[in-house]
């Protein structure tokens, strides 16, 4: 049973559109992470989230957390190329351990 | 500053053989986790070091283990591999676990078993 349901898994858009990635959970974690990982490299944290309906903007990339601290999203702006990776959110729920969602893999076609 | 350094990048083993993995974390990074990435079950969570003592582990084998060394360092073994260990094995460091400011991951080692 995966404990973090990302949605959707494979997204290919164009430059220039934007969207949304889904980080789903019935668990509550004490803070939600995401990552961006390209091929044959370890993730690279992009932000961390830790109290309920927080809002971060990095750029053109908004990450929000749930109210209930089980959900998150990441909203990106008018996608670029750059942004083509695989993303993937990962909840902390105590005890140093995270449990990563299965990734949403991203393309960004120009 | 340097980042996390995971070694060897690549490695080719035979079933049945062991394995010895290596990290160096952040300077000044206490905490050391090992998680396993494969395209099936995606990236889970081995087990986490801080000051040499495991905090905390997850739902491997015996077959895997880990240790960490007084400088931080830390090494995992992987004993009688079996063809399912083919993985991307990462290291993340933290200063005393990643709760409020996330973890910083090395680039892996990419183990495959024939």
């Known amino acids: 049973t995966q404990l973090l349901e990302q949605s959707p898994q494979f997204l290919s858009i164009q430059e220039g559109e934007n969207l949304t990635v889904y980080c789903n959970s019935s668990?509550?974690?004490?803070?939600l992470q995401w990552y961006r990982q390209e091929p044959g490299e370890g993730p690279v944290l992009l932000v961390t989230v830790v109290t309920g309906g927080e809002v971060k903007k990095l750029k053109r990339l908004t990450f929000q957390f749930g109210d209930a601290r089980k959900d998150s999203s990441l909203h990106i702006t008018a996608a670029q190329p750059g942004d083509t990776g695989l993303y993937l959110c990962a909840g902390d729920q105590g005890a140093q351990k995270l449990v990563f969602g299965q990734g949403t893999r991203l393309t960004i076609n120009p | 500053k340097a980042g996390v350094t995971q070694t060897p990048r690549y490695l080719i083993k035979t079933r049945g053989q062991q394995v010895t993995l290596s990290c160096s974390p952040i300077s000044g990074h206490r905490s050391v986790s090992w998680y396993q990435q494969t395209p099936g079950q995606g990236l889970q969570f081995l087990f986490e070091?801080?000051?040499?003592?495991?905090?905390n582990k997850g739902n491997f084998p015996g077959r895997f283990s880990g240790r960490q060394f007084s400088n931080s360092r830390s090494e995992m073994n992987v004993s009688t591999l079996e063809l399912g260990d083919s993985a991307l094995y990462l290291c993340?460091?933290?200063?005393?676990?990643?709760?409020?400011?996330?973890?910083?991951f090395g680039s892996g080692t990419r183990l495959t078993v024939v």
């Open positions: 668990s509550v974690f004490s803070s």
């Open positions: 070091y801080f000051s040499e003592t495991q905090r």
């Open positions: 993340a460091s933290s200063l005393s676990g990643g709760r409020n400011y996330g973890y910083t």
